[in-house]
């Protein structure tokens, strides 16, 4: 019964910054591994970055190591995805996930709640 609602996507140029929020309504928001997905047209759902639940320990995809930021604010009970340098390749839905695991995990599998997803269009 978690749910978590993604914002901040649009529409920006290539070399722009986006900054994505993910808000959840669950007061154990901290006991979560957060993670972002994005989900191409005709392409499978790929990770894009994970944080673990204290927020000490990020993992991301080489795709977006160096331009994109995973944090968290469990206070506030909200992820967020800092995206720079952003490329056409970056246009894809992103979706904000939970998961139980203790560290942070790259599997889609591993994620038992998502977001309903954020488009991000990026020109060229």
């Known amino acids: 019964q978690v749910q978590l609602v993604e914002s901040g996507g649009g529409l920006v140029q290539a070399g722009g910054s986006l900054r994505l929020s993910c808000a959840a309504n669950?007061?154990?928001?901290?006991?979560?591994?957060m993670g972002w997905f994005r989900q191409a047209p005709g392409k499978e759902r790929e990770f894009v970055a994970a944080?673990?639940?204290?927020?000490?320990?990020?993992d991301y995809a080489d795709s977006v190591k160096g331009r994109f930021t995973i944090s968290r604010d469990n206070a506030k009970k909200t992820a967020y995805l800092q995206m720079n340098s952003l490329k056409p390749d970056d246009t894809a839905v992103y979706y904000c996930?939970?998961?139980?695991?203790?560290?942070?995990?790259?599997?889609?599998?591993?994620?038992?709640?998502w977001g309903q997803g954020t488009q991000v269009t990026v020109s060229s």
């Open positions: 669950t007061r154990a928001f901290g006991s979560y591994v």
């Open positions: 944080i673990t639940r204290s927020g000490l320990t990020t």
């Open positions: 996930a939970a998961s139980l695991e203790l560290g942070v995990t790259t599997r889609r599998n591993e994620y038992t709640y």
